[in-house]
């Protein structure tokens, strides 16, 4: 694992070797071959059709007890809270990985179809813009309403959102962009978010989240729980 922020006086950390397209933890051994992780090799993933590559900061483990940090994505959804550390957080993503040089920031959308709702993510991700200035624009929108992909498999998650994201703009001046979200479990969200911009004209999307979804038999593939528990 390597160190990759704080939250509250407290390290976060991210596997040392990352799927490269989707930051799944992988073993050591995959980065001199593929550098991807089962999924992608698969093509069991979201990632690659319309967003090039997901950067995540740290890891959620889905199946084990909830932790502070975890709890805390969940005070921002719900109140608006820590906007400014995860900022921190995302902003550090811009000198760790290749994305600095994006002309627009985004965020998936939120709320319905007819009307949009405060978004969580969009508070974040104003104040990372500003701090890597690079523009943030609210432009992604629900062209239909969909079902919440929570009980969904990454098949019907993105049957479930085809075609129903969109942008209000038909042409973007922006050749690289940025979506940033929270937790990337499926990463068909910020595929059907990049798609949305892909078809405005921007040819280079990359993804960049708090956390990304893995469960304890991947890490354990990945040989990253023997590493914790050292
Ligand atoms: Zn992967």
Partial sequence: MEESGEFHGQAIWRPKYRCQKCSRAIKKSYTKTSGECYYCNND??????????????????????????????????????????????????????????????????SGTAESSTDNHMIAVAKEVSDRVEIPFRDIIHKREDYASQKELGLEERLDNLQGRIGCTEDSIAADKAIVIDDIATSCATVSATAQALVESGVSDVSGLVIARDEDIQSLEFANILAEVEG
């Fill in 44 to 109: 069991l993933t979201a990632v690659g059709q319309y967003i090039d590559e997901v950067y995540a900061m740290t890891t959620y483990i889905s199946d084990v007890e909830k932790n502070e940090f975890i709890e805390a994505i969940y005070d921002l959804k719900d109140n608006l809270e820590h906007i400014s550390e995860f900022a921190n957080i995302l902003e550090q993503g811009f000198e760790d990985y290749p994305i600095a040089d994006a002309e627009l920031l985004v965020v998936p959308p």
